[in-house]
């Protein structure tokens, strides 16, 4: 018989690729898939048999298939449920990314919950006579590793701290500059707080030794300061500290609330821990835990997640997808020379962070127990997107868009959809930080959010003061749900926070309610410093402390068709007075029951107001920047506007649908669906938007005492 030894040769072609292929896991529908398992290896070849350990191996692998075979194929590395203890950050580069077609998919296999930490289980406690747990860490003594987050139970525990609720009172405050510089803030500086005996005993009687531990925490209006101590003075009772100079707009002043942390005397209230300087962990349990029924990890990574691409030089990592994975307990250690004042803590970075990077999605993944914030695409990002992803029990805020200096061209980060994501429980570290942050960046979509349990800001857009130009435009912020902000601890805040010049962004459908400041500030949209040709329309905002809506400073912005209620002090506000018009305030519903309808410098400042109405449900009189409504027409505004009930269902319940439209189409206004905004899905995910009801209670049992004790 004669043989075709061409046919042979084409027949041995495709046996040794269909074989090879399937080492790597190729499937009939064009897809190689590598595995990566808890009990996995990475000198594996990923197969479902014998699957990889992590994801560097699996990167890895991935990389060195890539380098032989086509790029046409859609390649996954599916991960198996467990827990996966990291070692090292999981870093990609431009090599690592796919196509447009063909994106690398790093996903949980289906049914499973894979979880990523980057901590370390904490073993070998012991109880001691007083209840406190306590273990020796030789990692701590022998390689000077220290934490500063523990988390026991999935709860994060509270670094030992005193008092253990409230403040201390600073009774004065010195400052000696050591080098100024060139800038407005001094580069050197010591400064010097004064107490009386009462707010001054908590470290009377504290070692010299112990002192190298203890640091500080001051609040002051929107601003936080992080310090260790340099010195005590134990006679006139003094501390003093050294770092940058204090900003001469937002200084640490007397009467100012401070907390002392970070040392054994302060270890007297359960849920607290403490770490000294020979390696020695006490933790005081809450009632029921035991050291066998608790798992405790302190966390080590400072970065979970690090994707390094380089717009400049026109290097991006692009196209990847992560699915269905958490990533947890990622680290912040406090440098030496501590944590200056910065708004919304935006010099620190997050467990997630991008660079360099398009066409990046995360789905339907959870990012928790950070000590910073949690997610941050960086400069030179776009087109990418996170969606129906859980950020909880974060240090820092949720999610962070561009840079907070300005970049042009290709540096410049833009395109990036935030939608459908529930952003929890954030500021655990550094209270300033905010739930959405974007700064110098534009088009960006923020969506069917529900942002809560923040003490700073819900979403803050914008990052230049004034009116010089600005990159953040035609940023839309639309059915989100922002709730359950500022506990009564900073100033100077809100549920939408603006700055500078914002061409075509929109702000509208969002529902906002329970917001409150220490004193000042307690906004529900607050358009500040130089914004402008900002729209706001069709929001829901209740249950704030000093308005539903404040203007300091801006230019040509639209407010129109809100329904602000339920303000406690002042149901509207504005401040600058400037020569152009500042805003349009027109058919919006304004209802409250205590409270003033305007303060601030309505008299004065070049707006145009018309066709809303009024309504105070309690019945009492409506003041209007000290005037009564008559006579707060004769200055020319709100000529078309009416006193009448909106007829909604049940305000006073928060119910604010419409029984009949009677009155509100006398002003224009058009109804609007307030129950679309937040997120939407199943109901487990519904739910889990939800605030516990314990932290919904802790909520306005502070804004109560903080209505009752606290002034303006």
Known sequence: MKINITYILLLLIVWFSGNNANIYGQTEDKQIRFFVAPDGNDLNPGTKEKPLATLTGARNAVRAYRQNHDLNLLIEVVIRDGMYEMKEPFVLQPEDGGTMLHPIVYRAEQGSKPVFSGGKKI??????????????????????????????????????????????????????????????????????FSFDTTNFMPLKDITDQELQDVRFRAYHKWDFTLRFIDQIDRDSAKIYTTGKGMKPWNPIKSGGRIVFENYAAALDQVGEW?????????????????????????????????????????QF????????????????????????????????????????????????????????????????????????????????GGIYLGD????????????????????????????????????????????????????????????????????????????????????????????VYTLGKSEGTVISNNVVHHIHAYSYGGWGLYTDEGSSDIVMENNLVYSTKTGGFHQHFGKNNIIRNNIFAFAKQFQLQCTRVEEHRSFRFNNNIVVFDEGVVLEGSWDKINIQMDNNLYWNTAGKKYTYNGKSFVKWKETGHDKHSIIADPYFKNAKGYDFKIKSKRNVKRIGFEPFDYLSAGVYGDDQWIEKAQLPEAIVKAFDKEVELNTNTVKN
């Not at 701290?161 to 010591?190: C, F, M």
């Not at 003061?465 to 100077?492: F, Q, V």
Request: charge should be negative.
């Open 274 to 314: 403490f770490l000294n300087q020979n390696g020695q962990l006490q933790y005081l349990p809450l009632p029921g835990e035991t050291p066998e029924n608790s798992e405790v990890v302190a966390p080590a990574l400072e970065r979970l997640i690090s994707i390094e691409g380089d717009a400049s030089k026109n």
């Open 123 to 192: 073993c070998g406690f012991r109880v001691n006579k007083n209840g406190a747990w306590v273990t020796n860490i030789p990692e701590c003594l022998y390689y000077n590793w220290r934490f500063d987050q523990l988390y026991v139970n999935g709860r994060r525990a509270v670094l030992a701290r005193t008092p253990n609720s409230g403040y201390l009172q600073i009774d004065e405050v010195k400052q000696n500059i050591w080098y100024h510089g060139k800038g407005r803030v001094a580069e050197k500086a010591q400064q010097i």
């Open 404 to 495: 907070f200096s300005s970049q042009e061209g290709i540096n410049h980060t833009h395109n990036i959809r935030l939608h459908n994501n529930i952003i929890q429980t954030g500021g655990q570290e550094f209270p300033a930080a905010v739930g959405v942050w974007i700064g110098h960046s534009s088009d960006n979509e923020v969506s069917h959010n529900d942002i809560s349990n923040f003490y700073y800001t819900g979403i803050s857009v914008g990052w230049v003061w004034g009116y010089a130009e600005s990159t953040a435009k035609r940023n839309i912020i639309k059915y989100n749900k922002i709730h359950h902000i500022g506990w009564a601890l900073l100033s100077d805040m809100a549920a």
């Open 317 to 396: 990592v692009e196209n990847i997808k992560f699915e269905g994975i958490t990533f947890s307990h990622c680290h912040y250690r406090m440098p030496s020379t501590g944590s200056e004042p910065n708004q919304a803590a935006a010099l620190i970075d997050a467990a997630v962070m991008l660079q360099g990077a398009k066409n990046i999605a995360f789905i339907n993944c959870e990012i928790s127990q950070t000590g910073q914030h949690g997610l941050w695409f960086g400069k030179g990002c776009s087109d990418s997107k996170v969606e129906h992803c859980y950020l909880n029990d974060l240090g820092g």
